[in-house]
């Protein structure tokens, strides 16, 4: 609902339930509606064997209780390896892996989440009115109860959401692998492995009648997901002599891959009796089934050569037939690299201990996706003999294998005594025949496309800094820092393809992706707040912001990526005791904070405070080029820069630069007493994403307001891959703290 209105002075009034409330602010309507998330891992691993077999069984038990109500993760995983020297010429080592995992009330984030519902809940509506989110309708069916929502034809109370509607998931995955290793001679073996990996997933879907977007009694539905992954291959590796000074190592082998996946889903859309979650009380079932297969054949060569152990140089080459592509399937990649202890070749200062220098050209391919070379037609359920549609995505019947080439140059250095040392790393990176999901127009017949995008470039540095300033025998202090820049520019796409919102990425209303030729990757268009050739804000005659909005033409917001990374690490061990405290960071970048733009309509950020009573004059000109001087209200602002679910994205992007203490650990070991059946004991407690050091502020400068700072996590983006730079629903970040107790027997 929305939180304009009169000023809270505790009046009394008649609520939407009907009873009476007091018209005052609640403190904490939206934090006490999550929980303290909690969080148990126990482990138990037993070794034992003898000098000819080794074997290792251990248990893992997690349970994890979520921030939001029935949010719960039960995990339980068992390992066991067993390794066997069968002969001086014949061993073998084997693994299996079993996780039995659930988890339980999974919520979607985003629109049609919890959340964002929780978050429009009005300012003067308490948690326990909120909490009677249901009634008893005439016929004994549970339906929502009255709750203020701006659109209820999109929200409803989170209540109902959480306690009347879930996605449950069950898994079994098991991991293992067996190899056996025979000694051809002193200098030449020969070695084979299988791999599998096998996951089954069962995934159910309930939503009681009334839930918004099911049909009448509710909705019900299952999904039996299954993944299995083999890998075999083959290897033959030596290691020779050449001379005195040089020495060669070399493998070559074969791989063959195959993976595997299969879906079942089943619906039922609507029940004939409410509430009765099984399929066999479906109103209209509906089921489907999909499959995938790949299979990949690689064969690959290895060498390198060493010089009196302070020269290398490697080569490697790859061919891979992948079923994915064309035929003849077939693709080939290589790479080759050098390396030199420059201080065991040039006489430095006695300072330097150590010198490195290497430097390496390398590819790496990628078959690509499966199945989109053909269009391809599903079949439904229909009257008669129900029909076949087509897929809303285009074939790409010239699919081409996606080649990444990548030139490294790296600096290692370390100095007397051991104290100091540095690493640092330059990169150039260009990723060809990308493959990338674009929209097409209607008139095309389908929904979009992907293509093989020509040519996108990553160049960087990677700084690594490492010292110990202090080192006793009771007392020591190890720095570690990290910094990371990249680059990136898209240099080709295709010859018809100049530029394109990324299909399935960003978040259209708010703010999206958009990959041009001559930007970069993670580039967003969003709406802007007009300017004239002046530079001057555009506003109505009433004194109200124009943005492109009213133009329908989205600008440049800024990038998702940062500009650099960084990362501060200190250790210190004092006796027996050993603290850690790591402080790391996003220099750059922005991200757009949908959740507050479409709060912003209904009057519930803190910002909207100001200015409520009206006396806002933003200057500017209009159209014509005259200033206006009229005064407006909070309401009318933020109504006209959120627009509610369609806005204007810049009055709502932040500099997302932040820096944190995101890890701090301070362990003890405790001492055991000799000959005791415990042989050794450690505690730790453990605290993450402690606390942040600064965050970035709003990119915009509104006349009137300061710049307001990021309330947020920009970690807590809608998702990863293409989907980064929007905030829009999303959970709150969380700080764990925790402790930690090993014991060795």
Do not use: C
Request: net charge positive; no cysteine.
């Amino acid at each position: 609902g929305e939180s304009w209105g009169a000023k809270m002075d505790g009046q009394s009034f008649t609520g939407y339930n009907g009873e009476q409330r007091n018209y005052s602010a609640e403190p904490n309507n939206i934090k006490d509606f999550f929980r303290t998330g909690l969080s148990a891992n126990n482990s138990i691993g037993i070794s034992g064997g003898s000098e000819k077999m080794q074997t290792y069984l251990s248990y893992t038990n997690n349970s994890v209780q979520g921030i939001m109500p029935r949010n719960n993760l039960g995990r339980h995983n068992i390992n066991l390896r067993i390794s066997n020297t069968l002969s001086s010429k014949f061993s073998t080592d084997a693994k299996i892996t079993y996780i039995n995992q659930f988890i339980d009330s999974k919520y979607s984030t985003g629109e049609g989440g919890p959340v964002m519902e929780l978050f429009q809940i009005p300012r003067n509506v308490s948690i326990a009115d909120a909490q009677n989110y249901e009634v008893i309708n005439n016929v004994g069916v549970p339906v929502p109860a009255p709750y203020p929502v701006i659109n209820p034809a999109l929200y409803q109370n989170p209540y109902w959401r959480v306690n009347r509607s879930e996605n449950n998931e069950k898994r079994d995955r098991i991991m293992g692998f067996l190899s056996a290793r025979y000694n051809i001679t002193d200098w030449l073996h020969i070695t084979g492995r299988a791999n599998i990996d096998k996951t089954a997933d069962q995934l159910e879907g309930i939503a009681y009648n009334g839930t918004l977007g099911n049909t009448g009694g509710g909705s019900y539905g299952t999904t039996n997901i299954n993944v299995f992954q083999k890998w075999f291959d083959a290897i033959l590796e030596g290691s020779n002599d050449l001379t005195k000074d040089i020495k060669i190592d070399y493998r070559g082998g074969a791989i063959y891959q195959d993976n595997a996946y299969s879906a079942v889903y089943n619906s039922a859309s609507g029940l004939n009796v409410p509430n009765k979650f099984s399929l066999n009380f479906a109103t209209n079932p509906s089921f489907s089934q999909g499959a995938t297969q790949v299979q990949t054949q690689s064969l690959f060569a290895q060498a390198n050569v060493g010089f009196k152990n302070f020269l290398f140089l490697d080569a490697s080459v790859r061919n891979d037939w992948d079923s994915r592509l064309p035929a003849p399937y077939s693709f080939l990649y290589s790479s080759f690299g050098a390396s030199a202890i420059l201080s065991d070749i040039i006489t430095f200062p006695k300072a330097f201990d150590f010198v490195k220098l290497s430097a390496s050209y390398a590819e790496v391919g990628n078959g690509g996706q499966a199945q989109i070379r053909f269009n391809t037609f599903g079949y439904s359920q229909g009257a008669g003999n129900g029909f076949i549609s087509r897929s809303g995505i285009q074939a790409i019947p010239d699919l081409k294998p996606e080649i990444v080439k990548n030139v490294e140059v790296g600096l290692e250095a370390k100095f007397v005594p051991k104290l100091l040392g540095v690493a640092l790393t330059y990169y150039k990176s260009n990723s060809f025949n990308q493959l990338l999901r674009v929209s097409l127009p209607a008139a095309t017949g389908f929904a979009s496309q992907y293509i093989n995008a020509g040519n996108i470039q990553n160049t960087g540095l990677e700084l690594v800094l490492s010292a110990t300033p202090i080192q006793k025998s009771n007392f020591n202090w190890n720095l570690e820092f990290n910094l990371a820049s990249n680059k990136n520019k898209i240099i080709e796409l295709t010859e018809t393809v100049k530029e394109f919102a990324v299909s399935g990425s960003g978040f259209g209303r708010s703010a999206t992706p958009v990959v041009r030729v001559g930007g970069s990757y993670g580039d967003m268009d969003g709406f802007v707040w007009r300017k004239d050739a002046q530079g001057r804000y555009l506003v109505t005659d009433a004194g109200l912001p124009l943005s492109t909005l009213t133009t329908g033409k989205n600008e440049n917001i800024g990038n998702f990526n940062p500009k650099a990374t960084l990362g501060l690490s200190n250790t210190f061990n004092i006796g027996k005791i050993a603290l850690r405290i790591l402080v790391d960071g996003r220099i750059g970048g922005v991200i757009m904070d949908g959740t507050e733009q479409l709060l912003a309509f209904n009057g519930a950020p803190e910002v909207t405070a100001q200015y409520r009573e009206g006396g806002w004059n933003l200057g500017g000109v209009n159209e014509k080029g005259e200033a206006v001087n009229k005064t407006i209200t909070a309401q009318q602002f933020w109504t006209t820069a959120s627009g509610g679910r369609y806005g204007s994205a810049e009055f709502f992007t932040y500099d997302a630069t932040n820096f944190r203490i995101r890890e701090l650990t301070a362990g003890y070991t405790i001492p055991i007493a000799a000959n005791k059946a415990i042989k050794g004991a450690k505690v730790s407690l453990v605290a993450r994403n402690l606390l942040f050091l600064y965050r970035g502020s709003s990119i915009l400068d509104i006349p009137g307001l300061a710049k307001r700072k990021m309330s947020f996590d920009p970690d807590m983006s809608l998702g990863n891959g293409n989907w980064q730079g929007v905030s829009y629903g999303t959970s709150p970040s969380t700080r764990s703290i925790g402790v930690n107790l090993n014991l060795t027997f």
